[in-house]
């Protein structure tokens, strides 16, 4: 009788663990989206090592907008390792950069560059953004490998993992 309550309450607490554990994989995989970031690409906003955190389901309803800080998957696919950017250009906007300053459209005044490490340097573009993907750059603009360098130089819709919105290590904040 003893044996049969044991095995009752071993069977029970297994039960409360593969639930929990179902739970924690389908949160993981449909719902947060979390990241390290293993590079200076988006200093000062986030820094390198920092572990990031952000929702899977952003753009359920909404469509990613210009300066929203992304988790994807690089368009030319050269690591398993998602990429962390700030998107720039939209659909079927035309992006140009002159001496570092980010222009929309052919537009005279500069997207707001306010929170860039340095002074960008060059000149790039331009570039036609094409239906459902996104140009992107790093805040890091001089030590960045992003859209000006990629071969496929646009982040697919497909490939946004999700929104970031915090930095949980090592200073938790949140992210613009």
Do not use: Q
Request: some cysteine; hydrophobic content about 40%; overall charge negative.
């Amino acid at each position: 009788m003893n044996t049969n309550k044991t095995l009752k309450e071993i069977l029970s607490w297994l039960k409360h663990l593969v639930f929990a554990f179902i739970c924690a994989l389908l949160i993981n995989n449909y719902l947060i989206a979390s990241a390290v970031v293993v590079s200076s690409s988006m200093e000062n906003t986030i820094m390198t090592d920092s572990r990031v955190m952000g929702l899977r389901v952003s753009y359920l309803l909404n469509e990613p907008g210009r300066y929203d800080i992304i988790l994807f998957n690089p368009p030319d696919d050269v690591t398993s390792i998602p990429y962390v950017k700030r998107i720039i250009g939209l659909p079927n906007e035309t992006v140009n950069i002159i001496e570092g300053k980010v222009y929309i459209n052919d537009s005279d005044i500069p997207l707001d560059d306010s929170f860039i490490k340095d002074t960008a340097r060059g000149n790039y573009g331009p570039f036609i953004i094409p239906d459902n993907c996104y140009f992107v750059l790093g805040d890091n603009r001089n030590g960045s490998n992003d859209s000006r360098h990629w071969s496929n130089k646009y982040v697919p819709r497909d490939n946004i993992i999700g929104r970031l919105y915090l930095e949980l290590y090592p200073s938790p904040h949140l992210l613009d």
